[in-house]
């Protein structure tokens, strides 16, 4: 298990960093007397040396204690963290999802009437998902849908249901739809002129079974390679999502934390992300054996 | 013809769909009286709901809600009674002694009184407790010692001789106390809640309100949710029964929000598209004075800008500050030429000795000083500007360079560093030269503004140390008529001008979309809306 000195090298190297950048949890624009700023810096260990903080971070790791968070002084890290990541998996899943049902579909249409006006506009679809950041294509649909027709929430606290995810979950996802799209469409027609979809041509199935039967499987092979860079992009882009619609997910308090040096809320977050990192490599390495029967067998 | 199982299929899809739909479109509509519920926009998580534990602005109004200290304002901005319903000062202004409210009471039905305050004070000055305001009772008796952990928080000078008498002894007079006791940070806390459940005593459920709402729950990063305080002592007077407070950083988001009829009152207002915002909600814009100065400080501990008050006047003179508030910031700010902003009580702002000169004569001006400093076109004069990275602090910086350019030669370098980096090099004072810094007041009186100037002040960020201007100051504390002490701090201002250790640009205004539903909102130089001086009234609300 390789995982476990990764995991505690990325800890102590982000320790370094996050204590390295200039400022503190407690500064503002109102410079606090020398006396307050003591007092609070001794309630939080901060004027201890360095290696001893962290060494005392990291036995209060090892028992799963992640520390007070620094800012949000009510609050202990795994709280916030044990809120905020389910939000945040909610909306990266579903956004994983819608991307790769929609992508998957348009790459397959695509394939199917290669050189048609369906292929072209798909993949102009694809060129402008790709294109267009997600701050700029978020804050459209929140113009159109939300303010001027009042289809859809324009945030999220207050809001009930399914209702609140539909406006984030496809911003999220555009630009993977767009990726998933193209990728699916070059793997599919590789496949469709491959010899053993000829054999079953020829011996009479018609389209959709082969699609279903025969093409599929294989031509998926490659958006699954993606979907490694495709959940870390997600990441990434839920942090401008969560921001422009106000949703209390991972990124938002990432971002905020480094922002405030919330040094327990981002050290938190980064080990957090790392161990899902890690198990995020684990299922698709079972994922590819469950798809390719010649990965399997090795 | 479907196979019965690929029917069977499509039938569990469009029932699963149609389960999904139906829990999303069927609302539940609640029994009873309809309950009215006010939505505001927060611009940040509050750093707790523990009084002593809270610094920013946005978490004071929230506690606001929750809390109550001695004083309160009224919606008007006037100083009334909160928890304490009198008080009388000793003739040297040196003792205060408040009445409790008969009947106040906390959330859970506990008796509000007078020793929960000196427990309270104690432990907003006690070293362990860590609050950012610990120094805002400074000048009782004992504070600053017991601050500095040199005596036991038992020494403050807070005395509670029965249930409702409380009595607060000061070290000099302060004339601005009863201002100071509205502070959230002076707010009463419940002792035996504490003792219960130590830390966990602000969690929604644990934490005991004096104030007029309670907090049910909190989401951090999305809403807190407070309700109606049944035992407030004027909870007859409360007409919201419940406030959302969103928390909402982006201003886009929470303009959106309120165009979609999501928020009844925003935070603040963004200033991409403001003059659209006036255009289209000028009945629901609400800009107004606002108790804080944004300032170009001169690093004076090196040079060129130490012992050089002609060079640092010449670059003062050079900002015209109309185009400034009119152009670049343009959402109603007032061109700053004191150092206090106006509307503060019982004082009238000095002004900068050239305030009165058209641009052009302070241009010339400040060309005949730049060369008495012994700079010119041989000489060009080459500084750096520093500033926090955004927007708009950058466009004024440009703004400011140009016009340094212009009117005196001056090579501007203008660098921007993250908020907390310009902090730490702001406090090292080492590599600044100019920088960006704004001063929000904590109370209203001259003196939060002036007192930071002061030597060895921790938010001193110029390091100006003038014997005269410390002098001054020390003079206005001392005295407990009221006229004298303004005379004293006005001519510590005038003082403070004529140095130039800054460069006061703009007052800051408070900007906020309040829906017309909304009434009985009142613009005030302190920016305080209680919510529970509003009401809705939806026949207001535009169709």
Known sequence: MGAIPTLLLVIVLAFLMVHAAPGGPFDDERVLPPETQAALEAAYNLDEPLHQQLFAYLSGVARGDFGPSYRYRDHTVSELIGNAFPVSLKLGAMAMLVAMVLGVLAGTAAALRRNTVVDKVVMAFAMTGISIPVFVIAPILVLLLAVRLQWLPAGWSGNEGVGRLILPVVALALPQVAYIARLMRASMVDVLSSDFIRTARAQGLGTAAIIRYHALKPAMLPVLSYMGPAVAAILTGSVVVEEIFGIPGLGQFFVRGALNRDYTLVLGIVIFYAALVVLFNLVVDLLYGAIDPRIRRR | ?543
């Open chain 2, 1 to 543: 013809m479907i196979s019965k199982k690929r029917a069977f299929v499509y039938l569990a899809i469009l029932l699963a769909s149609a389960a999904v739909l139906w829990q999303y479109s069927v609302q539940t509509v609640p029994e009873g009286p309809a309950v009215s519920v006010l939505h505001r926009g927060l611009l940040t998580d509050p750093e707790s709901v523990d009084p002593h534990k809270a610094r920013s602005t946005q978490a004071g109004i929230v506690l606001r809600d929750i809390g109550e200290g001695l004083l309160s304002y009224s919606p008007t901005g006037e100083l009334v009674p909160g928890a304490a319903e009198q008080w009388n000062i000793s003739d040297d202004g040196l003792t205060y002694t408040f009445t409790i409210r008969d009947g106040a009471r906390w959330s859970n039905g506990d008796l509000l009184t007078a020793d929960q305050f000196v427990f309270s004070l104690r432990r907003l000055v006690d070293p362990d407790t860590a609050a950012f305001y610990s120094q805002m009772i400074g000048d009782v008796v004992n504070a600053t010692a017991i601050v500095a952990g040199e005596l036991p928080p038992e020494e403050l000078g807070v005395e509670a001789p029965d249930e409702r008498t409380l009595v607060i002894k000061l070290e000099r007079p302060v004339p601005y106390l009863l201002s100071l006791l509205t502070f959230p940070s002076t707010f009463p806390v419940h002792p035996g809640s504490i003792a219960t459940h130590g830390d966990g005593f602000t969690r929604a459920g644990n934490l005991l309100s004096n104030g007029a709402y309670k907090l049910d729950a909190w989401e951090p990063g999305s809403v807190l949710a407070l309700s109606r305080n049944e035992q407030y002592w004027n909870d007859a007077a409360t007409a919201i029964d419940e406030v959302r407070h969103h928390v909402v950083t982006q201003e886009m988001t929470q303009l959106n929000r309120y165009r979609a009829g999501e928020l009844h009152i925003t935070g603040s207002v963004p200033p991409d598209n403001f003059a659209q915002v006036q255009k289209d909600y000028a009945d629901e814009l609400h800009i107004a004075p606002y108790l804080g100065v944004y300032y170009y400080g001169f690093n004076l501990t090196k040079p060129p800008f130490k012992d050089n008050p002609g060079l640092r006047e010449a670059l003062s003179m050079a900002i015209d500050r109309e185009v400034l508030v009119k152009s670049i910031t343009g959402r109603g700010e007032a061109a700053a030429y004191s150092w206090v902003p106006p509307g503060v009580d019982n004082y009238e702002p000095r002004r900068l000795n050239y305030a009165d000169e058209t641009q052009d004569e302070r241009n010339a001006h400040a060309r005949r000083l730049l060369a008495e400093a012994g700079y010119g076109p041989n000489n060009p004069l080459e500084i750096e500007l520093r500033y926090n990275t955004s927007d708009s602090q950058q466009r004024l910086a440009l703004a400011v360079q140009a016009m340094w350019k212009d009117a005196l030669g001056v090579e501007t370098t203008l660098v921007n560093e993250e908020f907390q980096v310009l902090m730490a090099n702001m406090r090292a004072a080492d590599v600044t030269q100019v920088f960006r810094s704004s001063w929000i007041g904590d109370y209203n009186d001259a003196h939060t503004f002036l007192s930071i100037m002061e030597s060895g002040n921790a938010s001193n960020m110029p390091r100006y140390s003038n014997e005269e201007f410390d002098s001054l100051m020390k003079d206005a504390a001392e005295q407990v008529d009221p006229k004298l002490r303004r005379l004293y701090l006005e001519e510590a201002e005038r003082e403070l001008l004529a140095d130039h250790p800054v460069i006061p640009i703009y007052f800051y205004v408070s900007k906020h979309l309040v829906k017309p539903e909304v009434v009985g909102w009142g613009d005030n130089v302190l920016d305080y809306h209680y919510s529970q001086h509003l009401s809705l009234a939806p026949a207001n609300a535009a169709p």
